[in-house]
């Protein structure tokens, strides 16, 4: 009975071995009885043949937590782990802040001698995270980043890959001769567009700090000098945060959709404006569901004219039969 709750458990510790642990395990570790794998058990405290079930080792340190938990959300409240590294930050987070109120361990306000010491301390702990140029430089980079994607509410995931596409470009010195902000900018723009929530250039210019002039070409010299896969922007793309903020149902998304999709294979996307075709459709749409909102309405939400609003909607008309007259 002993020996088939050995092999059970053994049984159990390997599935838990990766295989890059396993290949370190065959290495260094084998049995001193049959010449087996050894495997670590670290729910047991123990080191277990794979091969005849020979405890080799017992009473291991056990280097997890000391507290269980039962699910993720006692886990996370536990943990006593600092955040997660992150790209968004200059130094990936790994660094220590000194917390900017003057209050010690057990909430009491500090004196007067002890509060210029910590602003001290502030002082010299904030010039150490940015030792030199291209650190400082990265800092306010991805402050631009991150101010820019909360004004355009992009993701976490946007942000973070904006600012991989920022330190790429930074390793590979392609800055001199060109703007912090411009390159911020163009990151953010590359990475929205990968990552399917893209932004028009004319909600970027908008956010930016920067002329239009200079996001369109310091975009197009960033994916040509880091080889960055960006496919053409789809119009579907823009058609959930348009009917988003325009309030409007399912039915006008799904309809938009079908619009766009009519007119896809007659070339009508060629050479268009994405964001253009994206709100004549939500127009279009809004009419045919019944669901009735304004060209202008449509306009300042896509941040496009209504003149362009109405051509490309002249447009879905001589392509799609189902479009309402106007």
């Not at 395990?25 to 277990?48: F, I, K, L, Q």
Request: proline residues 4%; glycine residues 8%; contains cysteine.
């Amino acid at each position: 009975m002993s020996e088939t709750r050995t092999t059970a458990r053994v049984h159990e510790t390997e599935a838990r071995v990766t295989p890059e642990e396993r290949e370190r395990s065959d290495e260094t570790n084998a049995c001193p009885e049959c010449g087996g794998r050894v495997v670590s058990d670290e729910e047991h405290g123990e080191s277990v043949c794979s091969d005849c079930g020979l405890v080799v080792e017992d009473d291991e340190i056990d280097r997890g937590p000391e507290w269980r938990a039962f699910d993720s959300g006692e886990r996370d409240r536990k943990s006593r782990v600092g955040t997660p590294t992150s790209n968004m930050m200059h130094d990936q987070g790994l660094s220590t802040d000194i917390d900017w109120q003057n209050k010690d361990a057990y909430g009491n306000r500090l004196n007067a001698r002890q509060r210029r010491r910590m602003q001290r301390l502030r002082t010299w702990n904030e010039r150490f995270r940015t030792r030199d140029a291209k650190e400082r430089n990265l800092k306010q980079a991805l402050g631009e980043i991150d101010r820019m994607a909360s004004a355009l509410g992009l993701p976490e995931n946007v942000r973070e890959t904006a600012s991989v596409i920022y330190r790429r470009a930074l390793s590979e010195d392609l800055l001199p001769g060109r703007s912090i902000e411009g390159v911020a900018t163009a990151a953010l723009y590359a990475a929205a567009r990968q990552a399917g929530t893209p932004r028009s250039l004319d909600e970027m210019e908008t956010v930016s700090r920067v002329e239009r002039m200079e996001i369109t070409r310091t975009y197009r010299y960033v994916i040509r000098e880091l080889d960055l896969e960006v496919r053409p922007a789809d119009p579907e793309e823009y058609l959930p945060r348009i009917v988003s903020e325009l309030g409007l149902g399912e039915d006008v998304e799904r309809t938009a959709r079908g619009l766009l999709d009519a007119t896809r294979g007659e070339g009508l996307h060629s050479g268009k404006s994405p964001v253009g075709l994206a709100a004549a459709a939500v127009y279009a749409a809004s009419l045919l569901t019944n669901e009735r909102t304004t060209q202008t309405e449509v306009g300042e939400v896509a941040t496009i004219s209504e003149v362009t609003i109405r051509n490309r909607y002249k447009e879905l008309l001589t392509v799609s039969e189902g479009a309402p007259t106007v």
